[in-house]
């Protein structure tokens, strides 16, 4: 049970019954919808995109425990951020959760997101955790859509070699 | 954790048995035919209640497969040659086990294609692009699966003609007065599944058909979970389509069936163009092969096909009454467990149901259900089930689903039930 309660930690459980920034933002400039077909999940995020900067960021939808949850905590890490910034985060994140990334030996600017690092013993649910990350970056990008099926593989290295 | 002989009682409705007539299904003996059964998964024994999305091989079916590769491999209905003639033998052989499985008139009539999918998909293009034209509907259940779905949307699209549906209610069985309402001299075809993979309603096929043919409008029926479970006498339905996926029959992938009435078949256009499906070929024009080579261009899924073959010959060396039966029970037991556990709700409540329990957890959404199952050893499926309608109809995103087969023991249904509880915990 180890990876699990590293996978379901109290912090990740809060945010899924409790989520931070959960709502359609009205001064937003910017919006996409990001859609897992695998599993039905959905959510759009909304952004006031300012002075090449995040001046306020939100979230609507439904999802599993993994996907509100990092949707919530995303909010909370990107919100002021410049658009390099969030880049270098979203990578930084997308390889920790994939297992490229070793948050404990890797200098890195995760900090409490750094609690997603459980996800990489979970290749099924990777896509849950980076769906949102990946349905910011189509709003930063200034596109309406994002979908995990077309933005290149979740995969991780285990699953390769597999 | 494996269960010695049980004494369960027989199921009438389910595979035609009689009445209360008491059988024996050895689990544990049977457990034994099947080598993926005996694994331990994140250091838990195997719990494998995936049987809707695929079933587990038998080693007489691994076995068969195996001799084929490497006694009898060769490309069939082509050479004269020795290992041609054996492959091409067994290949036909499979054939006409499938005709007897389901009990067809004829083998020609038992088209081998990849799976469930293809198969519609075959009907729709040979069939549907023939026959449907603008203005005309088709006829779908409110609870199929997205493959009993797409392709008929694809030829009303490309046609002109009306998808219509037949609702379902809250237990999840069709309405069948509204069925009968739908049907007019419009209808060019009704599609329905024998057995909901998302719901595991058995759908009252016979009825179904009776009353499109009284229009004379023909009937595919879908019977990915219905082959599985079920006795098919696809005369004693009168089905003039009846699919049929191997692997979720204990066969390898890509073995498949298409039935068709033989002078359905003879009318409809062939499928792919290629090898194997043509009587002559010139630039100018090329003529068809006869049933069923028509539908089945270039090299098949031979090793599959023979599979197949070898899962049948396996199912028919099984009391099937008592498979049937002990099915039933399991799935009876299941919903009992389930069912008493707070917070647990059951999505799919029909009278006559097989196979599949979907079920939800208040406040968990099912891929956590999924994840947290799996950390147990046991493998369910946790999502729409390729039924997006279905979700919708009960207005939830996903669902958890338990689907059984006949060696699956009482003990693995405990070990879902208190696995289960263990969610609730975690997420309480």
């Given amino acids: ?162 | 954790m494996i269960a010695t002989e049980k004494t369960v009682s027989g199921q009438g409705q389910v595979g035609g048995a009689a009445e209360n007539a008491p059988v024996a299904w050895d689990v544990a003996r049977v457990r034994e035919d099947f080598p993926v059964l005996a694994q331990t998964v994140n250091g838990k024994p195997l719990v494998y209640l995936d049987n809707a999305a695929s079933s587990q091989v038998p080693q007489v079916v691994i076995d068969r497969g195996s001799r084929y590769l490497q006694e009898e491999h060769s490309n069939i209905h082509r050479g004269v040659h020795y290992l041609s003639q054996r492959a091409t033998t067994a290949y036909e052989g499979a054939r006409e086990k499938v005709r007897r499985f389901i009990n067809a008139r004829e083998s020609r009539e038992c088209i081998f294609v990849r799976g469930c999918t293809e198969g519609i998909n075959l009907v729709m293009h040979g069939y549907g692009r023939k026959f449907v034209s603008a203005g005309d509907e088709i006829i779908v259940s409110a609870m199929e699966h997205h493959a009993n779905i797409v392709p008929w949307q694809m030829l009303c699209e490309e046609k002109g003609a009306t998808l219509r549906v037949i609702p379902m209610n809250d237990a999840g069985e069709l309405l069948l007065d509204e069925y009968e309402a739908l049907l007019n001299e419009r209808t060019k075809l009704v599609c329905v599944m024998h057995v909901s993979n998302a719901l595991g309603t058995i759908n009252p096929i016979k009825e179904i058909v009776a009353r499109a043919h009284k229009q004379g409008v023909p009937v595919l029926v879908d019977g990915a979970q219905g082959a599985p479970h079920l006795t098919i006498d696809v005369q004693d339905l009168d089905a003039d389509f009846y699919i049929i996926s191997g692997h979720k029959m204990f066969a390898p992938t890509g073995s498949g069936v298409v039935y068709g009435k033989a002078e359905l078949l003879e009318r409809m256009n062939p499928f792919l163009g290629g090898g194997d499906m043509i009587r002559t070929v010139t630039f100018e024009k090329t003529t068809y092969a006869g049933l069923p080579n028509k539908f089945e261009a270039g090299t098949p899924a031979i090793a599959s096909q023979i599979g197949l073959g070898a899962a049948i010959d396996y199912l028919n060396g099984l009391d099937r009454r008592a498979a049937h039966a002990y099915e039933h029970e399991l799935l009876d037991y299941a919903t009992e467990k389930l069912t008493a556990i707070e917070g647990v709700r059951i999505i799919g409540t029909a009278r006559e149901k097989v196979g599949a329990l979907s079920f939800v957890i208040e406040d968990v959404h099912p891929h956590d259900v999924g994840t947290i199952l799996d950390q147990e050893g046991i493998a369910v499926r946790a999502g729409h089930h390729c039924a997006q309608p279905v979700m919708k109809r009960f207005n939830i995103p996903a669902t958890a689903r338990a689907s059984f087969s006949f060696y699956n023991t009482k003990e693995e249904v405990d070990t879902l039930a208190s696995a289960v509880q263990k969610v609730i915990e975690v997420f309480s």
């Fill in chain 1, 1 to 162: 049970m180890s990876e699990l309660s590293e996978l379901y930690q109290q912090v990740i459980l809060d945010h899924n019954k409790k989520p931070r920034n959960f709502k359609k933002l009205e001064t937003a400039n910017r919006h996409a919808d990001g859609f897992n077909p695998l599993c039905g999940d959905q959510l759009t995020v909304y952004m006031q995109f300012e002075d090449d900067r995040i001046a306020d960021v939100s979230f609507e939808g439904s999802g599993c425990a993994i996907s509100k949850a990092s949707a919530s905590m995303m909010t909370q890490s990107v919100k002021g951020k410049t658009r390099a910034e969030v880049e270098t985060l979203f990578n930084e994140f997308h390889r920790m959760v994939t297992g490229e990334l070793d948050q404990e030996t890797t200098p890195n600017n995760l900090g409490r997101l750094t609690i997603f690092a459980g996800v990489r013993e979970f290749p099924a649910r990777v896509k849950c955790a980076s769906l949102s990350w990946h349905t910011l970056n189509a709003a930063l990008a200034g596109e309406d859509a994002a979908t995990t099926e077309n933005l290149g593989p979740d995969i991780t290295s285990e699953q390769v070699s597999a």
